[in-house]
């Protein structure tokens, strides 16, 4: 017997002049009083309960039930409840409602309640039979919204719920004897054999997708490896060119500086003999012939050192030199070619260390190029060589000229590979 509803009428006090009717009228007031006492705790339950006598007729309903089905307590009585009911649960219900009063005994199930608007919702339905002296004496049933409650909160409500519907008979005669198995776990199981099938249908859509994503990924990798591929041969197509290239330059260099050296060497040793020259204009012919010799002599060796350093066989030959000596023999060098302009070429030098540690060819091939370039694209004014001292034995080579002089944009391009700002200026100062 629950203590939570053993509560022991009140005794009046004795009265010699009151009849029996009187006291069977006082002990049914207080009874109806208890009575209105448990429906009122019924009703603060937070579900959907409705009780039913030993016939299956249900006799009363909760406000909750009222408030969510939409029906009256007057049309939920005896059977209407069952209009509440999804269609395809009634007679599943009604069948489980005769086995369990065939066993005397509570059972769980899960069923559909339509609301006013039409919308239905499952619940988690507990019936629990009364039982009086051994007797069925009346159903209560009790409904947990499924969407609203997790399981644990589940398991727990419903066993509360129980509980009072239990102790709501125990007024007829002071105790009641239940016949209640454990459902510790039968709502949790209830509620997923309910998703059961719906998770199943899921997890095989996601694997079919995943199924269709692991092919798809399958042939982009069978296509990126035959990219790979392409590229890979392309690239040793590429290789080979470049090879082939360097080859037919180095090739080609070695050819044309034969009569190159020819024609220097002649040109040198004409001017040897100038006193058998006519006039001053045939000096100044083999001096241009010279000067221009030198000039393609060394950009032929320039294609060949490119080939050799392409091929990996270019290395560098450090010797003491005498830098300031090394510039002004290469401006010498050069000058004809700025005479043959009528601009001036200078060298000024504030140097205080004069002997240096480098490859006197690759220096000299350097300094070539530079002022070359510097007399090749300057009209009026000059070029001049400016060689300054820095601090930590450093050694500054700077060439300026009054030319055309390199835009802004270009200047990110100055180290690339034959490359020229303007093309059209490139003929023009060619």
């Known amino acids: 017997m629950n203590p939570a509803f053993n509560q022991q009428i009140p005794e009046s006090n004795p009265s010699p002049v009151e009849s029996p009717s009187v006291e069977v009228e006082q002990l049914r007031l207080r009874l109806q009083a208890y009575e209105t006492r448990q429906q009122q705790l019924l009703q ?9 006598d030993a016939n299956k007729l249900v006799v009363w309903v909760n406000q909750h ?5 939409g029906l009256t307590m007057a049309a939920s009585l005896k059977q209407g409840f069952l209009q509440a009911l999804h269609p395809q649960d009634r007679d599943r219900f009604l069948s489980l409602w005769q086995q369990a009063e065939t066993a005397a005994n509570q059972f769980t199930l899960i069923y559909r309640l339509f609301q006013p608007n039409g919308i239905c919702q499952k619940f988690l339905v ?4 009364l039982i009086v002296a051994g007797q069925i004496e009346s159903w209560g049933a009790i409904h947990t919204h499924l969407p609203l409650v997790n399981r644990q909160d589940m398991i727990q409500s419903s066993e509360e719920s129980v509980e009072v519907v239990q102790n709501y008979a125990a007024w007829h005669d002071g105790s009641a004897i239940a016949n209640v198995a454990e459902p510790t776990y039968l709502p949790v199981q209830g509620a997923i054999a309910s998703q059961q099938t719906h998770l199943t249908n899921t997890l095989k859509e996601r694997e079919n997708r995943l199924v269709a994503q692991n092919e798809l990924l399958l ?3 069978s296509k990126l490896a035959q990219q790979n591929q392409q590229i890979e041969q392309q690239q040793r197509q590429l290789q080979q060119s470049a090879r082939l290239k360097s080859q037919f330059l180095a090739t080609i260099s070695h050819e044309l500086r034969t009569p190159m050296n020819a024609i220097i060497g002649f040109s040198q040793l004409l001017l040897r003999q100038r006193r058998y020259l006519s006039d001053s204009s045939q000096e100044d012919m083999l001096q241009r012939i010279l000067s221009n010799g030198r000039s393609l002599l060394s950009l032929i060796n320039n ?5 050799n350093l392409e091929a990996g066989y270019l290395a560098l030959n450090p010797e003491n030199l005498d830098l300031a000596l090394l510039i002004r023999a290469t401006v010498e060098e050069l000058r004809p070619q700025a005479d043959q302009k009528g601009l001036t070429l200078q060298v000024q030098s504030e140097l205080q260390t004069l002997a240096v ?5 690759r220096l000299h091939q350097i300094l070539i190029i ?3 370039n510097a007399i090749k694209f300057t009209e009026l004014g000059g070029v001049r060589v400016n060689l300054e001292q820095l601090p930590g034995d450093r050694i500054c080579i700077t060439i300026q000229d009054t030319g055309i002089g390199i835009s802004e944009s270009d200047l990110s391009h100055i180290f690339e590979r034959f490359r020229q700002a303007d093309q059209s200026q490139s003929r023009r100062y060619s």
């Open 44 to 52: 603060a339950i937070p579900h959907v309960i409705w009780l039913a």
């Open 357 to 361: 540690s480098n490859d006197r060819d």
């Open 370 to 372: 530079l002022i070359s």
């Open 65 to 69: 039930w009222c408030s969510y089905t």
């Open 219 to 221: 042939q982009q990798t």
């Open 126 to 129: 507990q019936l629990v039979p």
């Open 303 to 307: 294609i060949l050192d490119l080939s």
